[in-house]
């Protein structure tokens, strides 16, 4: 089973967030690398509590930032 999660940049906020309506999950952070461990984290524990982890599952993490350029 493979699970899609978006990142995006929120520039207004600061913060990097990750959403993934399937498993469901919706968590922020300041830091990149702090969201993606925290995205393992989260999404194991929810698969565990709502899913039949027997499956193999992976997460396929796509990011996004957008920057303005003069």
Known sequence: ?????D?????EATVWYA?????PLAI???SFDVLIERI???ARE???L????????QLCIKATR????A
Not at 1 to 5: A, G, H
């Open 19 to 23: 959403i993934c309506d399937e498993i």
């Open 66 to 69: 957008l920057e303005k350029i």
């Open 28 to 30: 922020e952070s300041g």
């Open 50 to 57: 709502n899913f039949d982890t027997a499956l193999p599952t």
């Open 46 to 48: 929810i698969l565990e």
């Open 40 to 42: 393992k984290i989260v």
């Open 1 to 5: 089973m493979s699970y899609e999660i």
């Open 7 to 11: 990142i995006n940049w929120d520039e």
